[in-house]
């Protein structure tokens, strides 16, 4: 599968694997984060979150990980298809607090 | 899930006029909505907090002038953007959130000033 260690813009990504995209957030006072999948021309769609007492959640061919000690999270994406192809936000906000701050972006092209 | 719903979806304007853009939650009611801007290939950048009954708020560096919001209902934020010029030209993306639930956005409204 393919990985990405540190955030980067853009992945490519093999039709059928794995596919990791990181992302590095800043408020330590932050207690929830979201990733969201936003599609060309369309506002940002909701994958999947995790709340700041655990270090990973799974969903639907989706895993979410979050590594507090360094402000770290990922989201992992099993058997990459082409409709997965979008760009890729974390968000992260206090429970209390309705405002989202978002991450920058990550491509995610699926080759076939 | 829950749906919030922006209109219109794409507009083109002419220069020094102004264009309303429509957010609604469709299947809740929503004290608090949020508004968005989104340059290519950039992140969204949270312009304004709009609150049903009182004034928004905006983040800096946000002329309150330049973007009207008015949030008359809880299930409708409306932001105006007045005497618009080609650099007013972006994506604009609203967000409502259910109590306890996550954020749910808009389509998006993709404003072409020319």
């Known amino acids: 599968g393919e990985s990405v260690g540190l955030h980067l813009p853009t992945l490519s990504v093999q039709e059928g694997d794995n596919s990791i995209i990181n992302c590095a957030y800043s408020n330590s006072a932050s207690d929830y984060f979201i990733w969201y999948k936003q599609e060309s021309g369309k506002g940002p769609q909701f994958i999947i979150d995790i709340r700041s007492n655990m270090d990973k959640r799974q969903g639907q061919r989706v895993t979410v990980l979050l590594n507090k000690t360094v402000k770290h999270l990922s989201l992992q994406i099993a058997a990459t298809q082409p409709g997965d192809s979008a760009v890729y936000f974390c968000a992260e906000k206090k429970s209390n607090d309705y405002k989202l701050s978002f991450g920058a972006g990550t491509t995610v092209t699926v080759r076939a | 899930g829950a749906v919030v719903s922006q209109h219109p979806s794409r507009v083109i304007c002419k220069s020094g006029t102004s264009v309303k853009i429509e957010c609604r939650s469709l299947d809740f009611q929503a004290t608090t909505m949020f508004w968005y801007r989104q340059f290519p290939k950039k992140s969204l950048m949270l312009m304004a907090t709009?609150?049903?009954?009182?004034?928004?708020?905006?983040e800096q560096g946000v002329e309150k002038d330049k973007f009207l919001i008015n949030h008359a209902s809880l299930t409708l934020s409306t932001l105006t953007v007045t005497s618009a010029h080609p650099e007013d030209s972006s994506f604009y993306i609203c967000?409502?959130?259910?109590?306890?639930?996550?954020?749910?956005f808009g389509q998006g409204t993709r404003l072409t000033v020319v």
């Open positions: 967000s409502a959130s259910p109590p306890g639930v996550e954020a749910f």
């Open positions: 709009s609150n049903e009954g009182s004034k928004a708020t905006y």
